[in-house]
């Protein structure tokens, strides 16, 4: 990716949150702030499903809404399909 889509990326990042935590479950979303992790429930408010916010081997926190295997250690997550569609994949 070029220059400009890594800056609008930060940007978006500063306004909504470092990182991601989404259901196993029905995939809903919420993006957290390093110095508000504890505040990201651990079930989800929709479904009562499990929230990841972080990979259960390496314990790194996710940047996509989309992360079907972690970015870091390459653990599968959950499953690259949600409701028969593919999740799409950065």
């Known amino acids: 990716m070029g220059k400009a889509s890594d800056w609008l990326r930060e940007e978006r990042r ?20 390093d110095d508000f992790e504890a505040e990201v429930p651990e079930e989800c408010p929709q479904c009562g499903g499990k929230m ?14 989309f992360t079907v295997d972690c970015e870091s250690c390459g653990t599968r997550l959950r ?7 593919k999740i799409r994949r950065p």
């Not at 500063?14 to 702030?33: E, H, I, M, N, Q």
């Not at 499953?79 to 569609?85: A, D, I, R, V, W």
């Open 14 to 33: 500063k306004v909504l949150g470092d990182w991601v935590a989404f259901c196993v479950g029905c995939g809903a979303a919420r993006r957290w702030f």
């Open 52 to 65: 990841l916010r972080r990979c259960p081997s390496c314990n790194a926190p996710f940047s996509s809404t």
């Open 79 to 85: 499953e690259p399909e949600l409701f028969g569609t």
